[in-house]
């Protein structure tokens, strides 16, 4: 379906014997529909002889008309033109697949900067600007009188006759999309928020239908937002590079790569402001960064000392005991709880198994503690209160001078632990630098 919406002018629906430009429009575009939203004055000069919608009827006889009465008198003030854009909006829910035609020559010239304006937001609106005949303004041709014979104006319509020139050109308002869609995706990028920036590149697509933008943008926008949760082999099958840099992980070992990007998730979400949610995953995070310390320091096979209970999966304290007796003491030694037979193993445990274990780097022993001793203050805080927490306030609670030093420490631990170069700079800030150099 082909809609066209248009305001009405003084040069509607004809004028100095020519097609006014909403007239024009209709001849040459053949739409099905046509939504004429009418001022208070162009209201009373339809009411008075119908010459709108005859003109237009003239042209194309089953043409569905539909009138907006705005009841609008200060049609030069822009502040006032509202009604213009809200029955606009409201069109594309009621047919949000059909092809809109906007008129870009009628009505007063703040009608015709709300027009412009509505062509270049939307990608499947048509914006169209007839010349009038003289190739230049026609305001001096007289506009029709109220008590004109509308049959007989249309009778003498010169642009009824054949090989008339079709004079409506589509101005080329892509830059201007560009422009506007340049923004919003470096606003959505910086943001790391991929979902929203794919979804704004699809839908701009005849804007980027001239290969202004370079092919491999879209595979990588996609590759992050796979990768960003935790969907690392799709986002390979997205994309492998960018540009020459190749953005497979670091590191080969399945954990450690799950653990690395886990904690570039983490990066994200404080990057993002996610507080809340960057906390809450420190815990887990710590958790499965020291099983793996401990299966790669001590051995330790924890699927032979776990076993399936009623509440869960628990450590059976009794083997654990038999197959890490030093372990199992120092656990024993730190405990508040030394005697027990099954164990729900934490970080805070795992700390205890360490404490006095002797070939354990006491510097990197110093550093857990501290990431424990700050998880712990700021999960009490977050647990026990029912406000909204600022960095500010959790900085305070656990005595820190920023969650960022607080991330910081943590990526230490974790390439010292991994005996990895410790990275800086996340896969995500790559990926963002060189699209937003595309799209440039």
């Not at 509308?150 to 589509?170: A, P």
């Not at 809340?276 to 096979?301: A, C, G, Q, S």
Request: hydrophobic residues 35%; proline residues 3%.
């Amino acid at each position: 379906m082909r809609i066209l919406y248009t305001p009405v002018g003084d040069t509607d629906p004809i004028r100095g014997c020519y097609d006014g430009a909403m007239l024009h429009i209709v001849r040459y575009y053949n739409p099905d529909v046509a939504i004429l939203v009418l001022s208070k004055d162009m209201e009373k000069k339809e009411k008075s002889n119908n010459r709108f919608s005859k003109a237009l009827k003239h042209v194309k006889a089953d043409l569905d008309i539909k009138l907006i009465c705005t009841g609008l008198e200060d049609v030069h003030r822009i502040d006032t033109l509202q009604p213009f854009v809200d029955h606009f909006y409201e069109m594309l829910t009621e047919y949000p697949d059909a092809e809109i035609l906007i008129n870009l020559s009628s009505g007063t010239p703040q009608m015709k900067l709300i027009m412009s304006y509505l062509s270049v937001e939307h990608d499947a609106v048509r914006g169209i600007q007839v010349d009038s005949p003289q190739g230049g303004s026609n305001r001096s041709e007289p506009a029709v009188n109220d008590d004109e014979d509308i049959e007989i104006i249309i009778e003498n319509n010169l642009d009824d006759q054949e090989d008339t020139e079709n004079r409506c050109h589509e101005p080329q308002m892509g830059y201007i999309k560009r422009n506007n869609l340049k923004q919003s995706l470096h606003t959505l990028i910086n943001s790391y928020k991929y979902k929203e920036a794919i979804g704004l590149y699809h839908g701009y697509k005849r804007t980027f239908g001239d290969g202004v933008v370079i092919i491999d943008v879209l595979p990588l926008l996609e590759h992050a937002q796979l990768r960003l949760g935790l969907d690392y082999d799709g986002a390979l099958q997205k994309s492998r590079k960018v540009g020459s840099i190749n953005l497979s992980s670091i590191f080969t070992d399945k954990v450690l790569r799950k653990l690395h990007e886990f904690l570039m998730l983490m990066e994200v979400r404080l990057k993002q402001g996610q507080i809340e949610d960057f906390v809450l995953k420190t815990t887990p995070f710590m958790y499965e960064l020291m099983r793996y310390y401990f299966t790669k320091e001590f051995r330790v096979n924890w699927r032979q000392v776990e076993k399936k209970t009623s509440k869960g999966v628990r450590l059976d304290m009794v083997a654990f005991k038999n197959q890490y007796p030093k372990l199992y003491e120092s656990w024993q030694e730190n405990s508040d709880t030394p005697y027990l037979k099954e164990l729900q193993v934490s970080f805070y445990h795992m700390l205890h198994m360490l404490e006095n274990y002797d070939t354990v780097d006491r510097s990197l022993l110093k550093q857990l503690k501290e990431i424990r001793r700050i998880e712990q203050k700021i999960r009490n805080k977050m647990a026990h209160e029912i406000v909204v927490f600022t960095e500010r306030d959790i900085c305070s609670a656990a005595d820190i001078q920023s969650l960022q030093s607080f991330l910081h420490q943590i990526k230490d631990v974790f390439f010292i632990i991994t005996g990895q170069e410790k990275q800086n700079k996340l896969v995500y800030d790559t990926i963002n630098t060189y699209v937003l150099e595309q799209i440039q």
